[in-house]
């Protein structure tokens, strides 16, 4: 697999944004404060692959309008978790600017095929895939290979570490080794570090985020919600967007190139 650079934004790349989708007010307002703390590229989940049935799975298609008028309003570029065919379709006729496939997607090569067909043409639309929630550097490989060899040009990749059953300080282990393993195999291969999803609680975030700096990943994408502890997902790991912007501004970015 050949990978060529083609994220010429400056480093790092931030991409923040709830969660979940949950209401317009709640996405408008939130998106309305990353954007004047300087975010330009937003994330926020449409549909949520919960590890438990019975639990919020996202607003699903009602959030396109929003994600429309948004994106007009503050001129951001905006991202959304797909999932299968299905999801990119809609995701493209939508006009949505960068896609990731989550972790308990990645796992599955049946899924990243499917998903790697729907997208064969696609040139200019980037693609993020998420480790695998398994620590499997191959299976992680094998999906960017799945994207790349349907002609897809702008590939990244999204180090929201592994889940575990052993104790941990982490919701999942950051295993740094396979992240830096990947890089070493792809230099050129854009890569980007989700402390939101390993930390799972506000307090561990910074700590993550600032190894990944010194590492020199080349972005972080990062939750963020107006009112974090109401948020309908992942409560206890979301910054308000005023918090976020004091977090990046104290962290010390080692890449004096950029
Ligand atoms: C998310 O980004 O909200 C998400 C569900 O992430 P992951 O696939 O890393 O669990
Ligand atoms: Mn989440």
């Known amino acids: 697999m050949n990978i060529k650079s083609w994220h010429t934004d400056k480093k790092p790349w931030i991409i923040a944004g709830p969660c979940s989708i949950e209401t317009e007010a709640q996405f408008d307002d939130t998106?309305?404060?990353?954007?004047?703390?300087?975010?330009?590229?937003?994330?926020?989940?449409?549909?949520?692959?919960?590890?438990?049935?019975?639990?919020?799975?996202?607003v699903g298609e009602v959030a396109f309008p929003w994600i429309k008028a948004a994106k007009k309003k503050y001129n951001v570029d905006f991202a959304i978790e797909v999932a299968s065919a299905e999801h990119v379709e809609l995701a493209l006729k939508n006009e949505i600017d960068i896609l990731w496939i989550g972790a308990r997607t990645t796992v599955n090569p049946f899924n990243v095929q499917e998903i790697a067909e729907a997208l064969r043409g696609v040139k200019d639309v980037p693609i993020l895939v998420k480790n695998p929630i398994n620590p499997?550097?191959?299976?992680?490989?094998?999906?960017?290979?799945?994207?790349?060899?349907?002609?897809?040009?702008?590939?990244?990749?999204?180090?929201?570490?592994?889940?575990?059953?052993?104790?941990?300080?982490?919701?999942n282990i950051p295993l740094w080794q396979i992240p830096l393993d990947l890089k070493s195999r792809f230099p050129e291969l854009l890569l980007i570090n989700d402390p939101s999803h390993i930390a799972g609680k506000r307090s561990l975030l910074f700590e993550i985020a600032q190894k990944a700096m010194n590492?020199?990943?080349?972005?972080?994408?990062?939750?963020?919600?107006?009112?974090?502890?109401?948020?309908?997902?992942?409560a206890a790991q979301q910054l308000t967007p005023d918090a976020l912007d004091d977090f990046i501004k104290n962290l010390e970015i080692r890449n004096p190139g950029f």
């Open 31 to 58: 998106v309305g404060q990353l954007v004047k703390n300087g975010i330009k590229t937003i994330r926020g989940g449409v549909w949520k692959p919960r590890t438990r049935p019975n639990s919020f799975e996202g």
């Open 136 to 171: 499997d550097l191959n299976l992680w490989i094998g999906a960017l290979e799945r994207l790349h060899d349907v002609g897809i040009e702008k590939i990244g990749a999204i180090h929201r570490g592994f889940s575990t059953y052993q104790e941990s300080l982490y919701r």
């Open 215 to 234: 590492l020199q990943f080349d972005g972080l994408i990062i939750e963020s919600h107006r009112n974090p502890d109401e948020a309908w997902s992942d």
